[in-house]
Each structure stands twice: as C-alpha cells, then as structure tokens.
C-alpha cells in the first residue's frame, strides 16, 4: 500500500488521504479547504490524482472540512460509494446542500454587486449536486467490517460530534488507521473516544497539539452569564454552530433551569439547521451521553423557530430570554439579526462558546471592538461581550496522550500528524516524543508514504 496525503498538512481543514494498493484506490476523507483564501483556493484547483475516479470514500465524520468536497467530485463525475455511519450519514444530509446553498448566494451576491474578478462567478457546487452527491452515502455500522476491492475497512466510536469514527484499513496483514477527530474523554455530550485497534501506521490529527483545555466548568460559567444577563433584564445571545454545540447548549440551560441554577426564561433555537440536528441527535441517543427523554426534554422546552416569519417574531418578547442562533462565528445567519435588534443595548450579552477564527465578526468581537459591520451597516457594541470556555469537541494533546495510551499500539509505531496549524503540529511532535517511543513524523502536503 501507500498513501498520499492531499489534504489537512500543516492546516485544520481541507483533510484527504488516498490509500492505493496495485489494484484499489480509496479516498479517505474528502474535505473542503476553509479558512484563509490562499487554502481556498485549494478547492478550485484541478482535482489532484484523479481522485474523481477512485473506487470508494470512507467518511470519518461529517464536517465540511472532512466531508465537504465529495459534492464537487461528484460534479466531476464520481458515482463510487461513500462509506460512513449511519448519524454521519444523516448529518450530511443537512450539511451538505446548506453548504451549497450558501455558495449559490455568495456568488449571486458577487455577481451582482460586481466583486468578483470573474464577470459570472459561479459556486464551487450549488445546493442541487450537493443532494444529489447524497445518494453515493453507504451507512455502516460501528464495527461493521466491509471491504473496498482488496483493502479492509472498519470504524471505531471516536466522541467529538455525532457519527465520527477513527478509520481502519488493512491490506496483506498491514494496517493503517486514521484517527479523524479525536473526542474529549469527559465531553458533556459525546461518549469518550474508543481506543484504537492495534495498527502499523497512524495519522493523529492535532488541532489542540500545543494547549490543554481550561479547568474552569462551563456549567458555572454558563450560569453566571445567564444570570448576570437576567439580573439587568436583557437577553442573552449565543452564536453556535448548529451541529453538536447547538444541542449541547440547549441541553445545559434546561438542566440549570430545572437544577434552579438559573431563573426560568423563554430560550429560542432559532437555527433551521441545528432544529433538524436536534431531531438527529434525538434520534441516535445511544451514540452520546443524553438519554432520550433528556433530548425530549429539551425539545419540549426549548422554542423552536424554523420559519422567517418566527424568527421575526422573537424581537416581539419582553423580558429576559435567550437566542441560540447561527452562525457560530457570526459570521451569518440568524444571529445577525439579532445583533441588528440588541448589540446597541448595555442589557444584553453576546456568548461564544466555541473557537473565533481570526477575522471573524466573533474573534473582532471578543478583542473588543467597538462596532461592528452587519449588512453594510455599522452597529454600536454596547452589549457585554462573553466566552464560554471549554466545551471544544477536540482533545487537546494531553488527551490525546491519553488515548493513545489506552489503546494497544506497538511501541515502534509510525505516526503522522495531521489536521493541525504548523505551531500546534510542532508542539504535538515534541510531546509525543517526550512521551512515547513512537516514530513521529508531521505530514507533508502531497507527500508520500510506502508501507
């Protein structure tokens, strides 16, 4: 076999690896590149190796950044299986024509508004293939060994979000795994991460290579925030992401509220997407921490807005209440019309809880801006501005450390860092030589490997 790493080298996003051996080519993972333009442009390249024509994708989990660019091979003519459990499965059925869709605006908008170098800019892929690349998704089970021409798949429970798993392949008695995205072992929602089966080679993502979580509980955190906010009359906004983060949050304000941490108060999801993602989870309760009347009860509690004209009537209620709403960087979506009806407001409170990449509304926002632009207009902040620390989905390298101890690898493993940015891969390298006699290498873009 061999492997050519494509994609998530020296970067978060855009993960793709093509294992070959002289008679099958697989695809695992298949991402798009997110983030900084000169990574983006990544996804208008001419696709490397033909990978359009390879026999099978076997899919980790459902993040655009690893699942993302299956609708563009599509596009290009690719009608192959893709592999991938069952919740990964339903989870790109709402991730994937989103994604489209946004792309079809973002290009009408610059077509129209002449910001294009292009006279007719056109999207990556619109809404339309991306629900028609989901007819190539083959949900397996955990555990469920499959074979893709000569080569032996299996997936492994790996936490982080709903579906995602850690890959196995094995070819002539050598196997290679692929971690994907790692869990936390003590993660509010998601079970922790199953150790990983004995393999030769290892690709160990390192998103959190050089930094531990904060110790500081996010119950605490999140109840005092809301009970500053309800204590000045306002209303809390919470940009988040609308799979995984979405549920977490409405999870945690009803068990507060029912614990009588917090005062009772209207909470709205307002968020088509994350709405479906909660039915999701509510659907595969067995694969995370939440029973199923615990998911029923935050459904029954928590008001769901999934039309315009609902979300419009929120800026209708009086008192304190709180909006979940997307997107989780505010970077769009819902959220934004919010901020248009209460940044100017000293009552209300903006929470992040999740990471702000740079040059984002959210990470100018927590630097402590004092306007800024939504819709061409340039709103007053006059809203307390908070973060909610430590509800990542991502181990950090301690973690990591841990799983990997947990599970019954060879001391002379090889290992190849991926999906991490240059300071994180450096630091996860050191660590892991520190502690392991492991053989540690950090992936490089394009590069090659023989086993």
């Known amino acids: 076999m061999h492997l050519t790493f494509l994609g998530g080298c020296e970067t978060v996003t855009g993960s793709k690896y093509l294992l070959e051996t002289d008679t099958t080519r697989v695809l695992v993972d298949c991402g798009m590149y997110q983030g900084y ?9 001419p696709l490397p190796m033909g990978i359009q024509d390879v026999d099978a994708i076997v899919l980790t989990h459902a993040h655009l950044d690893h699942s993302g660019f299956i609708p563009v091979l599509y596009k290009h003519g690719y009608r192959g299986p893709v592999f991938t459990h069952h919740a990964t499965a339903r989870l790109c059925g709402l991730l994937w024509p989103d994604s489209g869709k946004i792309q079809e605006e973002d290009a009408k908008f610059y077509g129209r508004h002449k910001l294009s170098r292009h006279e007719n800019p056109e999207p990556l892929y619109d809404e339309a293939t991306a629900e028609a690349a989901l007819k190539l998704l083959h949900p397996i089970d955990f555990k469920q060994q499959f074979a893709v021409g000569d080569i032996e798949f299996s997936l492994y429970p790996m936490g982080h979000i709903l579906g995602a798993a850690s890959i196995v392949a094995e070819h002539k008695g050598k196997r290679i795994g692929f971690s994907g995205d790692i869990g936390r072992p003590n993660d509010i929602l ?16 390192s998103t959190y290579g050089d930094r531990r979580h904060e110790a500081d509980d996010p119950w605490e955190q999140l109840a005092e925030v809301v009970n500053e906010t309800a204590a000045s009359g306002g209303v809390l906004l919470i940009p988040s992401f609308a799979v995984g983060r979405a549920q977490l949050l409405q999870h945690m304000l009803v068990s507060l509220m029912a614990e009588r941490k917090i005062p009772r108060m209207p909470i709205f999801l307002d968020s088509p997407m994350a709405i479906k993602a909660s039915d999701i989870y509510g659907d595969y309760h067995q694969f995370h921490r939440l029973t199923a009347e615990q998911c029923q009860a935050a459904e029954q509690q928590v008001i769901y807005t ?13 008192g304190p209440h709180i909006i979940i709403a997307g997107s989780g960087m505010a970077t769009g979506g819902r959220i934004l019309h919010h901020f248009k009806h209460w940044l100017g407001d000293h009552r209300a ?8 990449a740079g040059g984002t509304r959210g990470a100018k926002m927590e630097q402590g801006v004092e306007r800024i632009k939504v819709h061409g207009e340039w709103l007053p902040v006059k809203a307390r501005i908070r973060s909610l620390d430590g509800l990542s989905g991502h181990a950090d390298y301690q973690e990591i450390g841990d799983w990997l101890h947990s599970s019954p690898l060879p001391p002379d493993l090889q290992v190849y860092l991926v999906h991490g940015e240059p300071d994180s891969l450096e630091a996860m390298s050191d660590f892991l030589k520190q502690t392991t006699s492991y053989d540690v290498n950090i992936a490089d873009y394009m590069g090659v490997i023989h086993f």
């Open 37 to 45: 333009k000169w990574l983006r442009r990544r996804n208008w390249q």
């Open 190 to 205: 998601m079970k922790p991460p199953e150790p990983m089966p004995s393999v030769d080679i290892l690709l160990v993502e």
């Open 306 to 318: 999934p039309h315009v004209e609902d979300s419009k009537a929120i800026a209708k209620q009086h």
């Open 349 to 356: 409170t903006v929470l992040f809880s999740g990471h702000q």
